[in-house]
């Protein structure tokens, strides 16, 4: 807020006034107290002192006033000021130095008509210290109400100026409010929305309290558990063990027996192609008997004996080829299941290597699970 104007704090009184204090002993000429007052139109009058004590107070207005009646020149002015004083001396109105201006024109208006105008004898402490004209006291009062009024005016300003800041810091304070209204709406509906979260906080831990408990139950079963999977689980392993042991022995016998087919196939192949080199060569042999037995007389003894022989050779041939025969289609029925029984050979040697890894796998685990049992004891 800005600094009010304190017009009431400052005293307009009479001392802040110029004061006339033309003082003349009763002895002094008339003519040269004139002489003065015309040189100095400013006075307002003069006091007449004796000894030092003032016994009147003669306003000009009044002096030039008597002065200028018929024969009042020719009384006066060649003699002292007393006796003007004597003849037209008046009781003057005195006011205090340290009385206000206002109250000191409303004491100086409230006088008689006739003594209106006159000069007013200004004192301090009941002794007069000068003299002081209405129209002085006025003018003083209107330029203190002017100054009071310049004032006012700036001090209007000023209030008005703090006005409109005081309604702008009003709408702000409204614009403050809404927000802090808004702000306890938000606050409010966010206590709500804690009280609620915290309700859910406290059945949640009821909740995770519950379920702490049981996974403490569910970790000693499991423990429980894992110590009988784990004695389980070894005994499983050494069965596996040996059942994988087993495997690997039935493998190589398997191999060895698919090992030894191959070997007599290989037989069979070369006996087949020895009867086929057989067979040929009997049919050949045949068709020589055959072509020697045609050649020969009819009644020959021999021709019989070679046709006996021909006869033989390809029976001989003709059995030879059914051996043959029959014993490529048992090969040939053979080999699908000979190769079968070699795939099946392959594919359990990489069984078996797959067990092995799984069983040190196995072992692994059966490990780790033991001192995974251990430590859950221990905590």
Do not use: W
């Amino acid at each position: 807020m800005p600094t009010r104007l304190k017009i009431a704090e400052k005293k307009n009184t009479l001392a802040d006034l110029s004061l006339d204090n033309y003082r003349v002993n009763i002895d002094v000429s008339t003519t040269l107290v004139e002489n003065h007052l015309l040189a100095n139109p400013t006075l307002s009058g003069f006091f007449v002192v004796e000894d030092r004590q003032i016994i009147g107070v003669v306003s000009r207005q009044k002096f030039f006033e008597i002065m200028s009646k018929e024969y009042a020149r020719d009384i006066y002015t060649k003699r002292p000021i007393k006796l003007f004083v004597k003849n037209n001396n008046y009781q003057s109105l005195k006011i205090d130095v340290y009385t206000e201006i206002n109250d000191a024109v409303q004491k100086a208006l409230a006088r008689p008509p006739k003594y209106i105008y006159s000069p007013i004898v200004v004192t301090e402490d009941d002794q007069e210290i000068g003299m002081l004209e209405l129209s002085s006291l006025i003018l003083a009062q209107a330029q203190m109400f002017s100054t009071i009024n310049e004032k006012l005016i700036s001090q209007e300003r000023d209030l008005r100026r703090y006005a409109r800041k005081i309604e702008k810091e009003k709408e702000k304070v409204k614009e403050y409010s809404e927000q802090l209204e808004e702000q306890q709406i938000n606050l409010q509906t966010s206590n709500k929305l804690l009280k609620t979260q915290t309700e859910r906080l406290e059945e949640q831990k009821e909740e995770l309290s519950k379920q702490s408990r049981e996974i403490h139950l569910l970790n000693k079963s499991f423990a429980d558990l894992g110590s009988l999977l784990s004695r389980k689980g070894k005994n499983t392993f050494n069965s596996l063990a040996k059942s994988i042991d087993s495997i690997i022995h039935f493998t190589g016998e398997v191999n060895q027996v698919c090992d030894s087919f191959r070997e007599k196939f290989k037989g069979i192949d070369r006996s087949t192609f020895l009867i086929e080199r057989i067979s040929k060569k009997v049919d050949n042999l045949s068709q020589q008997v055959s072509i020697v037995s045609a050649n020969l007389p009819s009644d020959n003894s021999r021709s019989s004996s070679f046709k006996v022989i021909a006869d033989e050779i390809a029976s001989l041939g003709t059995q030879i080829s059914e051996a043959n025969t029959t014993i490529n289609s048992m090969a040939q029925q053979l080999k699908p299941e000979i190769k079968f029984l070699l795939k099946i050979s392959e594919k359990n040697k990489t069984v078996v290597k797959n067990l092995e890894r799984d069983a040190q796998g196995t072992q692994s685990a059966l490990n780790d699970l033991t001192k995974l049992i251990g430590q859950g004891k221990n905590d």
